[in-house]
C-alpha cells in the first residue's frame, strides 16, 4: 500500500533522520541532533525514546557541559544486528560477518577451483551459512548479505558476465535469497571496494576517489561528489578491459591488449611461469612470488617492477580521464606494494597530465584485501536501514 505525506509518514522519515545522525556522529546528545536537524526538542526526544526501546541506540552517560546541565549522551548500537560480506574471487572466496558498525567479528576464507557454477555456489552457500550461524545473538541477527562479484550485474543480482570466472547470466541474488530468506545486494567488486574505502579506508574524507582493485582481473570503483558512480546503465567501472595496446593478444572479454593482460594477478603469474621455468607450481602462485621477492631474488623483483609500470600507464588513463583527487590500490596485489610503487609513480609522473595530477595521492590500499569485503556488508547494512528504519515502531 502506497503511503501518503500524513502525521505517521512525517514521524517515520523523522525518525529515520535522527537514526542517521546517530549513526555517523554519535556520541551526540539529543540538543546537538535538534540542533542540526532543525527538530524540536521535544520531538527529538520522543523520537530518541522510540528508537531506544527499539535497541538501536543506547544512553552511555553524561557528556560535557556547555555551560548548563550534562547532556545525556547518546551512541549508536552496532551490535543490534550484523551483516555479512563476500568477495567472490576467480580461485578464492573471502567473507566476513561484521557488526552493524562494519567492525569484522569473524573472518573465512576458502579456495576453490572454479570446476563448475554450481560446485563454487554449493562452496558460497557453505562459507555463508558458517557466518550466519556463527553470529552473536543480537536483536535483529543477521540483517542481509552483500557480495561483491568480478563482473557486470543487473539490478536484478545476475551476474551477466565475469570473464575471469567464465560465467554468464548467473541468477546469484535469487538463489541466496531463497537459500537464506535473507535480502542480498550483489554488485562489481571493485564498486564494493570504493565503498569500503570511502567508508572505512583512507578514502573518508575525499569526495573524487577511484579504487583500483588488482586481482586475477582489473576492476575500478569511482566515487564522484562523495557517490558512487555507476554510470548510465550500472555497468562503468570495466577498466581492465581497456585496450593499452592496440594490437596485443586477446582477452577473455573479446577484446585485444586490455590493462589486465599486462598488469593483473594473473598476468603476474603468466609471466613467471614463461620467465622462471621449472620452479615448482608452488612458488608460481602470488603468495610464492611475493616470499622469493622478499628473499632478494632478483628476477622475481623484475616481474613485480614490470607489473607496476603497466599498472602506472593504466592509473595514467584513469589520472588524464577523471582527475580524481585520490587513486586507492587495492586487491591481493597490494602485498606486493614494496616492488610496485617505484615504477608505478614513475610512469605517472612521466606520462600523466600535469595539472590532472597536482594534489592527486596515489596509494596501495591500508585495508589490504578486505576492501571489497567491508564494502560489501555496508551494501547490506544501508538496505536493511533504507527498508526499515522508517518503520520502526516504539
Known sequence: MKQTGDLNL????????????IRTDSPISRARIAEVTG???ATVSSLVNELLESSLVEEIGAGESSGGRKPMMLLFKGTAGYAIGVDLGVHDILAVLTDLNGAIVRELRVQHDNASVDAVIAQLKAVIRELVESAPQSVYSVIGIGLGVPGICDEEGRLLFAPNLGWENVPLQAELEAEFGLPVTIDNEANAGAVGEKQFGAGKDTAHLVYVSIGMGIGAGMIIRGELYRGATGFSGEIGHISIQHDGPQCRCGSLGCWELYASEQALLDQAR?????DSASAMDLDGL?????????????LFERLGYYLGVGVVNIINAYNPSYIILGGRLAKGEKWLMKPLLEAVERRSLPHPRAGLRVEFSGLGDRSTVLGAASFAVAK??????????A
Open 10 to 21: 512525517v514521524k517515520k522519515i523523522n525518525k529515520t533522520i535522527v537514526l542517521n545522525h
Open 384 to 393: 536493511f536501514f533504507a527498508s526499515t528504519t522508517v518503520t520502526v515502531e
Open 39 to 41: 527538530l524540536t526538542k
Open 290 to 302: 611475493l616470499a622469493r621477492a622478499a628473499d632478494g631474488e632478483a628476477a622475481v623483483i623484475r
Open 274 to 278: 614463461a620467465e622462471l621455468g621449472g
